[in-house]
């Protein structure tokens, strides 16, 4: 090792692949000589790794023909309800296991961005009811997730970046509640705003990127809220309308 101690982040980089390579050696070395942070970092493997077993074939899927309008049966009635069915395991019975194992932030981390991916594949493709209150109550929608999620929301304007605001509908957390705010340009593409809250308070933390089969999310945590945004777009595209999310929530 240099002399240099190993931190935590950088154990968490190193799990995710994600760890400069001249600071590999020293990792390795330190978990060699820690054994409680090894297993640690090994069940986040584990469980990661089941998490993409899962569900990384409902991320990848295509947006099937029978979505567009006037294609709508049972059976897509029934995808869609399974849909939903993973969604909620993944939210509630997953965190659940994992809290027991996982540091309370690295759970926080680890299913933001994945729970927000899935959201978006479930929900960004419906024809008919992408969300359950549209723009046009607006005023509603938001006194309606505040109430539900105990916290103050607020809903950011993207008319100047070309999206309009679709609507909002509520979900499922780890914790609790959540909500998903849903955006649309003039093409037809879509962005999701999914939000969560938690019991601890937490400094707010840097934008952090995820692809998840095609669906690619920044998330972050600011206090007892936690966001991400996500989109089948470029990551540059779904930078720029993060941050304008980011200042508009923090003027």
């Given at each position: ?32 000589q ?9 069940a ?45 395991l ?40 992408p ?18 999620l ?27 509640p ?18 969560r809250?938690?019991s ?5 933390t ?6 998840e ?17 996500s ?7 779904l ?13």
């Open positions: 090792m240099n002399g240099t101690p190993v931190t935590e982040s950088e154990l968490q980089a190193y799990v995710d692949g994600c760890l400069p390579a001249a600071r590999r050696a020293d990792v390795e070395t330190h978990l060699a820690h054994q409680d942070d090894a297993q640690r970092l090994e986040y493997r584990r469980h990661a790794a089941a998490l993409r077993s899962a569900f990384d074939p409902l991320l990848a899927e295509a947006v099937p023909p029978r979505l567009h309008p006037g294609q709508r049966g049972p059976a897509v009635q029934w995808r869609r309800h399974a849909a939903v069915a993973a969604l909620m993944l939210s509630g019975i997953g965190g659940w296991q994992l809290h027991a194992h996982l540091a309370a932030e690295r759970v926080q981390t680890l299913y933001l961005a994945r729970v927000a991916a899935i959201a978006h594949a479930v929900y960004s493709p419906e024809v008919r009811h969300v359950e209150v549209g723009a046009d109550q607006e005023a509603h929608l938001v006194r309606w997730l505040s109430k539900r105990g916290a103050s929301l607020k809903i950011p304007h993207l008319a100047g970046l070309g999206y309009s605001l679709v609507g909002g509908r509520l979900l499922p957390g780890e914790r609790g959540a909500a998903q705010f849903m955006y649309q340009d003039i093409k037809g593409q879509r962005l999701t705003l999914y939000v809250t938690s601890d308070v937490r400094a707010p840097a934008f952090r990127f995820a692809r089969g095609g669906v690619s999310v920044f998330y972050w945590i600011d206090g007892r809220l936690g966001y991400a945004l989109g089948e777009t470029e990551r540059e595209e930078l720029r309308v993060a941050d304008a999310v980011y200042r508009q929530l923090n003027p």
